[in-house]
């Protein structure tokens, strides 16, 4: 049987055993995770969903609160809200739901960006940055998802390489008084594009509290995840779960590359987890997939937690 064999037969039966939708309406206590249905995974990584992309015409009618159930009935035990998003209602929808959040995305990175040559601009950029540190200590989580800049037309690689280092070392310490991670995110910025310089930018900083952000299908299209995660070795806090087809890539367009589902793409995922096994990661493995089928919201949450389930067991 090839990989991909593999992979599909894989993700079949996980998709045709029970879906974890029976969890108890009473919350889960502070801090605990979420009872899933029992699961042949033989790891124990905690499931997250990135909170930006339940983003159907049905859950925008739905209230905080409800869409954090969903994901909890689905078998998630986690969610990655965004800076932008308000306090004190994601405060009260995890409390209600049990749900933990382990990052937060900053909502200013790509807006104002910290690589910007606007000094007002990078200070934007950079109080995003802050503020959703701030978040992060409030809501429990460990780290702060950051794209730390960008290179275009107008700036260059070394201007961005060198802004973004500069306006990140300024956060450094309110990082470190908070006790929450500057995870640096890998995604087509075209700024550190090679896991020995992502390596160079992190180590530059000299703190535990600057690491990094592994998105596995960003890596897809020019290069091999497994290559980067062996490199990134202990410096990767949190793990982004999505997918990537090189056919769809080459037949439709690059970005048509990510409308593919999870486990149908070219993301090795044996080789990924052997990867991540190797290097010690147990952390979140947290989804940003592209949803590509007509199922309720409910339907494809269970199914999405399934096949996270099945990547888990490969």
């Known amino acids: 049987m090839n990989r991909r064999s593999f992979l599909r037969s894989t993700a079949a039966l996980a998709a045709t055993a029970p879906f974890a939708s029976s969890l108890s309406a009473q919350p889960a206590p502070a801090g605990a995770s979420a009872a899933a249905a029992p699961s042949k995974a033989k790891r124990k990584n905690p499931k997250g969903f990135m909170f930006a992309t339940l983003n159907s015409e049905t859950s925008k009618k739905l209230s905080l609160r409800e869409k954090f159930k969903l994901l909890r009935d689905a078998g998630f035990t986690g969610v990655e809200p965004s800076s932008a998003m308000n306090q004190a209602e994601v405060l009260a929808a995890r409390d209600a739901t049990g749900l933990q959040i382990p990052s937060v995305v900053i909502a200013t990175h790509w807006a104002k960006p910290l690589s910007d040559p606007n000094p007002a601009t990078r200070q934007i950029g950079l109080d995003g940055l802050l503020h959703g540190l701030r978040d992060a200590k409030a809501y429990g989580a460990s780290s702060v998802l950051l794209v730390p800049g960008a290179v275009t037309k107008q700036v260059s690689y070394t201007e961005a390489f ?3 280092a500069a306006e990140i070392k300024k956060a450094v310490p ?3 008084e908070l006790g929450v991670v500057i995870a640096i ?3 087509w910025n075209q700024l550190l594009l090679s896991p020995r310089e992502a390596v160079e930018f992190t180590d530059s900083f000299k703190s535990p509290f600057v690491q990094w952000h592994f998105d596995v299908g960003n890596v897809v299209n ?3 995840p497994e290559h980067w995660i062996r490199t990134l070795g202990p410096r990767i806090v949190k ?3 999505k997918e990537f087809s090189r056919k769809l890539r080459d037949t439709k367009g690059l970005r048509e ?3 593919v589902d999870l486990m149908e793409g070219d993301s090795d995922w044996p080789a990924v987890m052997g990867a991540l096994d190797s290097v010690g990661y147990h952390g979140w493995l ?3 997939q592209w949803r590509a089928d007509g199922l309720t919201d409910q339907a494809y949450l269970e199914k999405l937690s399934a096949k996270l389930d099945a990547i888990l067991a490969v």
């Open 162 to 164: 060198t802004r973004s």
């Open 174 to 176: 309110l990082a470190e």
């Open 185 to 187: 995110e890998n995604v």
């Open 222 to 224: 020019s290069g091999f």
């Open 239 to 241: 793990i982004h779960v």
């Open 257 to 259: 590359g990510f409308k």
């Open 286 to 288: 947290i989804t940003e």
